[in-house]
């Protein structure tokens, strides 16, 4: 996992996602019942903030070790009044079973046609970004903690990427992934959002 670096990306261009204090994008996904869901709807009643994270695809060990991470902080998050939602390429089927495989207490959504992937701007890495010495370090990492390559669901190329999100719609921190491997730590993650985002008082 990196450093929090937050790069703001280009709010004018829609190749790029929503950057930091641009208007977050809706999209619709599919939660577990295969029911349609607009990701606006998540951010709408959040205490603090929605933590939106996008993950490669169910079988990379890179994104098994991030959701792990997710998991175990599910009573800081609680306290500090911040949701989260996932969103995996895949089926509404394969998303329950990755949720239920990782024991994960947040909802898992469906994007099997990378539409919400796309409208953040997360897009197919090259084979560097993907399989190069970069990325590779941190997936032998997660491979030697246990996490190993599971099926591939959807794109192997996918890149991730995590979106802060306040009740009122706006991005308040982004971080496309500059490669499969860039996702930020959890802790310094909350951290800040505790930090740079007040509870609203109403």
Partial sequence: MTTLTFPVTSQGDETFGPGVGARARDAQVRDERSMPV?????????PRALML???RQYGCPLCRAQVESLGRMRDEFAAAGVDVAII???TPAEATRFRDEMHLPFPVFSDDSRSAFATYGLQDGSLEQVFGL????????AMLRGHLPGRTVGS??????TFVIDRDGIVRMAHPGANAADVPDVSQLLARIVATMPLPTS
């Fill in 38 to 46: 607009h990701l606006a709807e998540l951010w709408v009643d959040v």
């Fill in 53 to 55: 994270v996008f993950v």
């Fill in 88 to 90: 995996g390429q895949g």
């Fill in 134 to 141: 970069t990325p590779g370090r941190p997936f032998l990492r």
């Fill in 156 to 161: 192997v190329r996918q890149l991730p990427g």
